[in-house]
């Protein structure tokens, strides 16, 4: 199969760890290497993001990067790519003129849209239309009902994420909590699967070097991703002064992600508001901000560390605890999304409510306490991830949707006045006036 994937504002070659680049950038880079692992030829398609990047990058033996310039090729917030989507849907059509996919999957709402279009163009110029896939990553309804006005979201995404699920031809949801939502959004539940995220099972594994600089008789936790408030690692840190005031000062807590390494020095705004927290807590010296580091180098750190926290507000995925559990780690989750999906509760680690301190400070202990029970969990955890979440599997999972779109009699009709309407900003009913029947 000739796949095309795009994913607008996450490169898979980026560097992990700041506002827009987590979970997504590894999500399509291991999807890419491992459909073409399975015989199938990739093309990703990302906005270019930096003058000096060459238009196409071979980045794995059959997965080629192209980067389409949409709008000055320097960092933009994925906020603000909105206006930039037809050029972008424009560089991809060109691309596929003389050698079109069998199919593209849009990862993120808007790569959804320059799907969609990009179809479009080919179909108004006589080629046939390509079926679409799609898969959100987050939805804007979800980030609204936690973030409220924080939400910083184009008022655009309102009308346009459901007209992405809507006008596709099968939506992949990473976690069953997600099809709840996808439904609500009046995306038809027949034409909906859940494939989760995967994990590195090469790279994250148990066995293999450990960081040294762990200072005798401290006991190390991490919380490993992006700063950003919804991930709710102010809420660790609370527990870490809550366990402190306890008599537990023996902990250290090790903040890995933002948009910045050590080498580059300083921390990044995420960074230096989570330092005023732990300062706030009256727990500066335990709590240490690592900054962002490379997937490369995380194995070795999460091997040296106890337990593996991840207490976000609500999370579509969260590919850290799985590599937490690949590391055979045990692990401390919100039961939130897909958290409740990857982690079973009790068996492979312990799920807290979302938003609450003392709770993953209880658990904390709990499993500092019992560490027979600490290892049973994340030999299981291990064991989970290795049984359900390599890559391989959930590329051959993917390939499955991907094939029963191609069987399909008839990909689903979009016109081009959905797609103006949509590039417009519409509202969602006029969007949908200028959907095909189906
Ligand atoms: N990550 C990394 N270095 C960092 C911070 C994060 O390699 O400094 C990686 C992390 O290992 C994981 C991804 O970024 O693979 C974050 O994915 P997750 O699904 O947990 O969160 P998202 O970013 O999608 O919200």
């Not at 898979?12 to 987590?22: E, K, M, Q, R």
């Not at 709710?232 to 870490?240: F, N, T």
Request: glycine share 10%; hydrophobic share 45%.
């Amino acid at each position: 199969m000739k796949i095309a994937l795009v994913s607008e504002h996450a490169s898979p070659l980026a560097a992990l760890g700041g506002v827009d680049a987590g979970g997504q950038n590894v999500h399509v880079a291991a999807l890419a290497c491992a459909l073409a692992r399975l015989g199938h030829t990739v093309t990703v398609y990302t906005r270019r993001d930096d003058d000096a990047l060459p238009e196409r990058v071979v980045a794995a033996p059959g997965v080629e990067v192209v980067h389409i310039t949409a709008g000055p090729p320097v960092p933009i917030s994925k906020d603000d790519l909105v206006p930039l989507l037809p050029e972008l849907a424009a560089g991809i059509a060109a691309d596929w003129r003389t050698d079109p996919p069998d199919l593209v999957h849009g990862h993120f709402w808007m790569s959804g849209v320059a799907c969609l279009a990009a179809v479009q163009v080919l179909a108004d110029s006589g080629a046939g239309r390509i079926p679409v896939v799609q898969t959100f990553h987050a939805l804007g309804t979800v980030k609204r009902r936690h973030q409220g006005s924080d939400d910083t979201s184009p008022p655009e995404r309102q009308a346009l994420e459901p007209w992405v699920g809507q006008s596709v031809d099968a939506v992949i949801a990473t976690c069953s909590d997600e099809v709840l939502e996808l439904r609500a959004l009046g995306v038809d539940p027949r034409i909906v699967s859940v494939v989760p995220c995967g994990v590195d099972l090469g790279l994250f594994r148990p066995d293999g070097p450990r960081e040294e600089d762990k200072p005798r008789n401290r006991t190390r936790v991490a919380v490993v991703g992006r700063l950003v408030p919804r991930k709710g690692v102010d809420l660790v840190i609370a527990a870490v002064a809550l366990l402190r005031n306890a008599g537990r000062d023996d902990l250290d807590l090790i903040i890995v992600g933002g948009g910045r390494s050590q080498e580059e020095m300083g921390l990044d705004p995420d960074g230096l508001r989570l330092k005023r927290t732990a300062a706030d807590h009256g727990v500066a010296a335990q709590v240490i901000l690592r900054g962002q580091v490379a997937q490369a180098q995380l194995p070795a750190l999460l091997r040296s560390v106890s337990v593996v926290v991840c207490a976000p507000w609500y999370e579509p995925f969260g590919i850290t605890p799985l590599e937490a559990m690949a590391c055979g780690v045990p692990v401390v989750v919100a039961a939130v999304g897909g958290l409740t999906d990857s982690v079973v509760d009790g068996v492979t680690g312990i799920h807290v409510p979302p938003r609450d301190p003392a709770a993953i400070a209880m658990a904390l202990g709990h499993l500092l306490d019992h560490p027979d029970e600490a290892a049973r969990l994340g030999r299981a955890g291990h064991a989970r991830v290795q049984s359900r979440y390599s890559w391989d599997l959930i590329a051959a999972a993917t390939v499955e949707v991907y094939r029963s779109v191609l069987t399909m009699a008839e990909p689903k009709a979009v016109t081009s006045a959905g797609v103006a309407a949509a590039f417009a900003g519409q509202p969602a009913h006029v969007v949908a006036a200028g959907r095909g029947e189906h």
